[in-house]
């Protein structure tokens, strides 16, 4: 099971970028999908959240009303769509799985391995 991101790039503030995640392999259900950024010096943070089956979303409040989490549930992929950015977004961001397994009866989660998006003043 791996969870592959894209979609991360450099961009003018007040611009949009759109990241993408996607899990292959796994056979287990999913809990939860988040994306996670780190800042350059400072901790990982949550940026979203969202449920695979009601699509309850949540955000951070330094991002909330800019960007938008989704999935697609047949894909097991989701996205992160980006706008009006600000270079106080420029960071590595992480997408993060929280998968729950019926045969072994454990939760686990995995990590994207990252994508930097770099946000120019």
């Known amino acids: 099971v791996q969870l592959v991101e894209s979609g991360g790039g450099l961009v003018q503030a007040g611009g949009s970028l759109r990241l993408s995640c996607a899990a292959s392999?796994?056979?287990?259900?999913?809990?939860?999908m988040c994306w996670y950024r780190q800042p350059p010096g400072k901790q990982r943070e949550l940026v979203a959240s969202?449920?695979?089956?009601?699509?309850?979303?949540n955000y951070a409040d330094s991002v909330k009303g800019r960007f938008t989490i989704s999935r697609d549930n047949a894909e097991n992929t989701m996205y992160l769509q980006m706008n009006s950015l600000k270079p106080e977004d420029t960071a590595v961001y992480y997408c993060?799985?929280?998968?729950?397994?019926?045969?072994?009866?454990?939760?686990?989660?995995?990590w994207g391995q990252g994508t930097q998006v770099t946000v120019s003043s």
């Open positions: 993060n799985i929280i998968f729950y397994s019926d045969s072994l009866h454990i939760q686990y989660d995995l």
């Open positions: 392999g796994s056979t287990s259900s999913i809990n939860v």
């Open positions: 969202i449920t695979p089956n009601r699509g309850s979303t």
